[in-house]
């Protein structure tokens, strides 16, 4: 089946042109390129965290297949679920799922579900399509997302993540995508996230979990990023690194109800 953008004209521009000259605005020309055993993006409109997700994007190789990981933010479907065949389609252009990966990870992982429901309305991976064709068309996508989860459950998912990408014979990296603190005072949120993105970049998916918790970090992703930090640290990531830090408030002018926006490359 082919899923049909759901939000475009939303989050970015629903013309091809239009979206193509948005997404070369938040491109960063020049910059040295690494392999990433995983990243985390943001997911809010393009005028506000694009060129958070276009530092990432730009500074990454692409590998065959993204691994996206992202939260359900409508409440429908299962509570872990997977897309495993079919194309994903943005006015840009469309991605093919990574047929065979998605289903070893099914094999691997039993609480992940096949579900379509969940990702129709879905925003949270859609808004990583535009960076990523922008890169490349040929490229795999495997789409999961998911709802709340203990931090057992986020070890077991990203350790069976680890298995079927040591597993493959090509490359593949993890995107966790999420935002940060959420309508805060520009202050307050700064403070907040920069507890939560040091457990990040230390690769402490425990830390990160508790202290978004502890703290009462409006993290919506953290499910994701932890996952995503279980699956590198298994595959022996030692680096982590913030690539650009913004919130809403410098694009809004709006610095009393701000969301916070991380890019961050582990590898």
Known sequence: ????????????????????????????????????????????????????????????????????????????????????????????GKLKIDDNLAKRLKQHCNIIEEDSLAHQMEHSLEVQLPFILHFSSDVNIVPITV??????????????????????????????????THFETDPAARKKDKKAIERITAIDPEGLYNTVRDEGITMCGVIPATMMLFAAKKMGAAQSTLIKYMTSGEVSGDYDYVVGYAGVIVK
């Not at 040295?32 to 990454?60: F, Q």
């Open 147 to 180: 709802m709340t989860a203990s931090l057992d459950t986020c070890r077991l998912v990203g350790e069976a993540l680890a298995g079927v990408i040591k597993d493959s014979d090509y490359t593949v990296t993890i995107i966790a995508s999420s935002d940060m």
């Open 1 to 92: 089946m082919i899923r049909p953008p759901a939000v475009a004209g939303q989050f970015y521009e629903s013309s091809p042109s239009r979206l193509s000259a948005q997404v070369e605005d938040c491109i960063e020309a020049g910059v040295e390129k690494e392999s990433a055993a995983g990243i985390v993006s943001p997911h809010a409109g393009l005028m506000y965290s694009g060129r958070v997700e276009g530092a990432v994007y730009s500074r990454i190789k692409i590998p065959h297949t993204f691994i996206l990981i992202g939260p359900n933010h409508t409440g429908l479907g299962s509570p872990f679920s997977i897309m495993s065949s079919g194309e994903w389609q943005i006015p840009t």
